[in-house]
């Protein structure tokens, strides 16, 4: 079993900074890609970022040039760095990771970490 333990999260105000780590244990022998998923109140889950392992960078429209992800293989771990942050950032942030695991791939999700930005 893959376990996704996410930190990070808190409150911060907007224009401020925030850095997200989440790091997978278990029996793995391989993850790709990592990435964060983000949900507000009242909607859907949607991307925000993701990585592969071979350091293939996607991100959603709104986060382009004020959110890093980066990865550290050997430590199996993602980090999602979140500058110029905005009142509408504001939600639960997930981690994700697609993951080899006994014998399949599978999607793996973190707990969630909840990120509040205040106007």
């Known amino acids: 079993q893959v376990r996704l333990v996410e930190s990070g999260g808190g409150l911060v105000q907007a224009g401020g900074s925030l850095r997200l780590s989440c790091a997978a244990s278990g029996i793995v022998l391989g993850i790709n890609p990592m990435g964060w998923y983000r949900q507000a109140p009242g909607k859907q889950r949607d991307m925000v970022a993701t990585?592969?392992?071979?350091?293939?960078?996607n991100y959603a429209d709104s986060v382009k040039g004020r959110f890093t992800i980066s990865r550290d293989n050997a430590m199996r771990t993602v980090y999602l760095q979140m500058n110029s942050l905005k009142p509408e950032d504001t939600a639960v942030y997930y981690c994700?990771?697609?993951?080899?695991?006994?014998?399949?791939?599978?999607?793996?999700w973190g707990q969630g970490t909840q990120v509040t930005v205040s106007s």
């Open positions: 990585i592969t392992s071979g350091g293939t960078t």
């Open positions: 994700y990771a697609r993951a080899y695991a006994v014998s399949s791939w599978s999607d793996y």
